[in-house]
Nanobody, 125 residues
């Protein structure tokens, strides 16, 4: 079992930066791949980024690639999402997720068994 708690969301102006965190508790968190998803009002939850066991296995939604960076510190059991050059369309509730196996369907939220409660990110124009 893994418990996830996000933090660091807030209000930022377009073009600004924000770093959100996801603190994990439970055993052997390093054995899980992690991901960030987001959900805007009235829209489906969508994939943002994932980081596998090997840092090479890092993938991003095309619209955030080059602006967002996912990382993890296994010693601190924490996952991060650094978001730069934020745009109003990045406004959403951001969720941290974890999965215990490899899959090519890493963009599918149903592949992730563990979820945080979400943190609101609002980008003003």
């Amino acid at each position: 079992q893994v418990q996830l708690v996000e933090s660091g969301g807030g209000l930022v102006q377009a073009g600004g930066s924000l770093k959100i965190s996801c603190a994990a508790s439970g055993r052997d968190f390093s054995n899980y791949a992690v991901g960030w998803f987001r959900q805007a009002p009235g829209q489906e939850r969508e994939f943002v980024a994932t980081l596998g066991w090997n840092p090479i296995n890092t993938y991003y939604k095309s619209s955030v690639e080059g602006r967002f960076t996912i990382s993890r510190d296994n010693a601190k059991n924490t996952v991060y999402l650094q978001m730069n050059s934020l745009k109003p369309e990045d406004t959403a509730v951001y969720y941290c997720a974890a999965r215990g196996y490899r899959t090519s369907d890493y963009r599918d939220y149903r592949q992730y068994a563990y979820w945080g409660q979400g943190t609101q990110v609002t980008v003003s124009s």
